[in-house]
């Protein structure tokens, strides 16, 4: 297997969210690999991992408006 390349890369769009507690400025980024990468997780910051169509990831408890990114992204 070769190395991983970067193909494009480039920032998509924001998303303004809004807490009780807090707001945050959702960045939107894609990128287009030349492989799959393998994907290290540190156990600190994240529980589990998988790769899934975007139509799959929009049937998971997702973080508020997550789902409109993704929705935003693949024009759904």
Do not use: Q, T
Not at 3 to 24: A, H, M, Q, T
Not at 52 to 65: E, G, I
């Amino acid at each position: 297997m070769g190395s991983l390349r970067w193909i494009s890369c480039g920032s998509f769009n924001k998303l303004y969210v809004k807490y009780p507690e807090y707001d945050f400025i959702d960045h939107i980024f894609h990128a287009n690999l030349n492989r799959i990468p393998e994907v290290k997780l540190s156990s600190k910051e994240h529980k589990d991992f998988k790769w899934m169509s975007p139509k799959d990831a929009l049937n998971l408890p997702l973080v508020k408006d997550e789902d409109s990114c993704i929705e935003m992204f693949y024009e759904k």
